[in-house]
């Protein structure tokens, strides 16, 4: 299966978020290639385990951000992005367990399914980046994205 691989057009200009979603991705790299050499649910558990402690770390982090933008111009688009968080933590929580979640009948199901929905939280978090950028909730760290209020993510993410 093809899958989303690091490149500097996923920097959104943040050190934390972005090595965090670099690791995220290594790991559900190495994921979909033990998918793709039949790797079963029990194969994976230990994967999803650490995919599952990332994840709870990454997102109450970036949340915790995100809730900071003004409520009357981003609360619909933070509550979404959450809740894309929360569907992604379940469904890692799932498979940390030992099981597939309902409504999937094979890993390589499954994991083609996860790296579509992270696919499209990173295209969201480019843009929700982006907001505090203009809103002037933190200042990026890499020179080349204060002088661009959106990171080069927003819109042009490659697809998966």
Known sequence: MQTMVWSDLLELGHDRIDAEHRQLLDLACEIVA?????????????????????????????????????????????????????????????????????????PQGFITAYVHLMHDLLVDDAELIGALIREGRFTPTHPAHRAHPVPPAAGRLPPI
Do not use: M, N, W
């Open 34 to 106: 033990i998918g793709d050499q039949g790797g079963e649910v029990g194969t994976l558990r230990p994967y999803y385990q650490e995919f599952h402690r990332l994840l709870l770390v990454h997102c109450a982090y970036e949340e915790g951000l995100l809730r900071s933008l003004p409520r009357s111009a981003f609360g619909a688009q933070v509550d979404a992005h959450c809740q894309g968080h929360s569907r992604l933590i379940a469904l890692a929580k799932s498979v940390a367990a030992g099981a597939l979640p309902d409504g999937y009948d094979s």
